[in-house]
């Protein structure tokens, strides 16, 4: 019996041997020639690769490696709608006179009247409803007339109004020469969530001034809306009622076109979990702390991403599976596309 017991350890860690070695040997793609290989040495891997909910997440070879595709960020949008909260419509169209600085304008047209004369135009964009990092806005305008006092605000949907100071509040006056464009930024990084809701991010732009009525005239309103942050870009799936040690490892991999990612972060949630860190081009953290995958346990990885630059870097590293006590693990090819 004990006999017995030693030949189907024996053979188990063979077993185990071999899959570590195909594994560990293979690309993503390739991954797939081999999917019989792994399958007719073990009924079903112990720990599989589901896709998250944030990125896009391509499972490969019986969930034993995985892609993670991040999108372009920041995305860039321009206002679907607008509101002429005083004064009065008079040309363009939205996007189309503002998604870029040339002769098109859209032109409000102050009120008329008492002074001072008012213009209010408000902007609505259609956004990512996932929580942005950072909302950077940039409006080019010009007023038909010389020195208009302008406020720009950012509707924040947390306290329901329109903000008199902060991030999403700016003035200025405008050119003391009549019909000069003009470039104003507004990049909003603290609490940037507070100023979206289901999608939508408001903005109001208000110009006042005695005397003649005057023409409002927007030539660019853009919005960089910038998804920084992935959570559960992977789910990591114990299948098994035994508890396993996992982390990532890119020590063995040469990355492509890290130079441009000012911080990349990978971890793994609850407890926080550091794996895989690029700081400003050059790997910082090359192999992530062990993390306890629980009896039939699901653990969640995340990742941050900042570039300095456009452009296509792609990050290798393995998952690595290890049975608790032991030397003895598994190696699952991931891979992570940052546009
Ligand atoms: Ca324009």
Not at 29 to 52: C, D, E, H, K
Request: contains cysteine; glycine residues 6%; aromatic residues 12%.
């Amino acid at each position: 019996m004990i006999l017995r017991l030693r030949i189907l350890q024996l053979r188990l860690m063979v077993a185990l041997f071999f899959i570590v070695i195909l594994v560990s040997s293979v690309n993503a793609s390739a991954s797939y020639r081999l999917t019989g290989s792994i399958t007719t040495t073990t009924s079903s891997p112990n720990v599989i690769f589901q896709s998250g909910n944030a990125a896009t997440s391509t499972i490969f070879a019986a969930g034993t490696s995985a892609r993670v595709t991040t999108p372009t960020s920041p995305i860039i949008y321009y206002p679907i709608s607008y509101n002429i909260v005083t004064g009065t419509y008079s040309s363009g169209t939205v996007p189309g006179s503002v998604n870029v600085t040339d002769s098109n304008y859209f032109v409000t047209a102050s009120s008329t009247g008492a002074n001072p004369k008012i213009a209010v135009t408000e902007f609505t964009f259609s956004t990512s409803s996932t929580t942005p990092h950072q909302l950077n806005f940039t409006i080019v305008e010009q007023y038909s007339v010389s020195a208009a006092a302008v406020t720009i605000q950012v509707y924040n949907y947390t306290a329901g109004a329109y903000p008199s100071s902060g991030q999403g509040y700016l003035t200025y006056t405008s050119s003391s020469t009549a019909g000069t464009d003009e470039t104003q930024t507004l990049i909003i990084t603290t609490n940037p969530q507070f100023y979206t809701s289901a999608g939508q991010v408001k903005i109001m732009i208000t110009a006042s001034r005695n005397g003649a009525g005057f023409n409002q005239n927007f030539n660019l309103v853009r919005l960089y809306y910038f998804l920084e942050t992935y959570d559960y870009v992977l789910k990591i799936v114990n299948q098994q009622t035994t508890s396993y040690s996992i982390r990532l490892n890119s020590t063995t991999f040469s990355q492509s076109n890290i130079g441009r990612q000012s911080n990349f972060t990978a971890w793994i949630h609850d407890p926080g979990s550091l794996q895989l860190q690029i700081i400003t081009g050059s790997p910082a953290v090359r192999t992530g702390a062990f993390y306890t995958l629980s009896s039939m346990a699901t653990a969640y990885l995340a990742i941050r991403v900042t570039t300095s630059a456009p452009g296509l870097s792609t990050i290798d590293c393995f998952l690595q599976v290890y049975v608790p006590g032991t030397s003895t693990h598994l190696d699952y090819r991931l891979t992570f596309k940052i546009a």
